[in-house]
């Protein structure tokens, strides 16, 4: 009877220390601007990705921002059963007639908007998957606020300032399990993998 008793008092304890570890477990957006994950030799792993951005923390959401053409429908299936929610940025004409697709600005309303939805505080977390330069601010404005912010890009085409700003960053290609290449060589030819950005 006393083994029982010590048992659930054990069990009791065990749960009340879990609990105490979700509700204090740091929340984590991840963020991807899938047109600045484009290399020409590799290719990003997105599964991995959402699997790499776990050491952080409790992923609350994982977004990924991709232009809405008809070539990137099988993409957008894809990132949707890796776990990502998909948002679709619009072509517009510009006044020359060229097609433009400009995701900053949806991205960072993005980020403001999910920082509040999910209450973001002290010692969470934000991941960026972007190399632009335009975010240098946003992240600026996060580490006021005393959330961290994580950079996952690729380092050559990072922007300077960003990688400064950030308190983590993560260049892909130095990160052998985020990328593999597009290009794999077997029996002496160069064999291009399934595309995909």
Not at 14 to 30: D, E, G, H, P, Y
Request: aromatic share 10%.
């Amino acid at each position: 009877m006393m083994a029982i008793a010590e048992t659930i008092v054990k069990n009791r304890s065990t749960i009340q220390q879990s609990r105490k570890r979700a509700t204090s477990a740091r929340k984590v957006l991840v963020m991807v601007d899938v047109q600045n994950m484009i290399h020409p030799d590799l290719r990003l792993d997105y599964e991995e990705l959402l699997r790499f951005c776990q050491q952080f923390g409790q992923i609350e959401q994982a977004v990924a921002f991709i232009t809405d053409k008809p070539e990137t429908m099988s993409f957008q299936l894809m990132l949707k059963q890796a776990g990502y929610e998909v948002h679709r940025i619009y072509p517009f004409q510009n006044g020359n007639g060229e097609l433009k697709c400009n995701a900053d600005v949806e991205m960072a309303f993005w980020l403001g908007r999910a920082v509040e939805r999910y209450r973001l505080k002290r010692g969470d977390m934000v991941v960026i998957c972007t190399g632009d330069g335009d975010f240098a601010r946003i992240v600026e404005w996060f580490r006021s606020r005393d959330i961290q912010v994580a950079v996952i890009c690729y380092g050559k085409s990072a922007s300077s300032r960003l990688r400064v700003v950030a308190d983590r960053f993560y260049a892909i290609e130095e990160t052998p399990s985020l990328s593999r290449r597009k290009y794999e060589e077997r029996e002496g030819a160069m064999l291009r993998q399934d595309f995909t950005p």
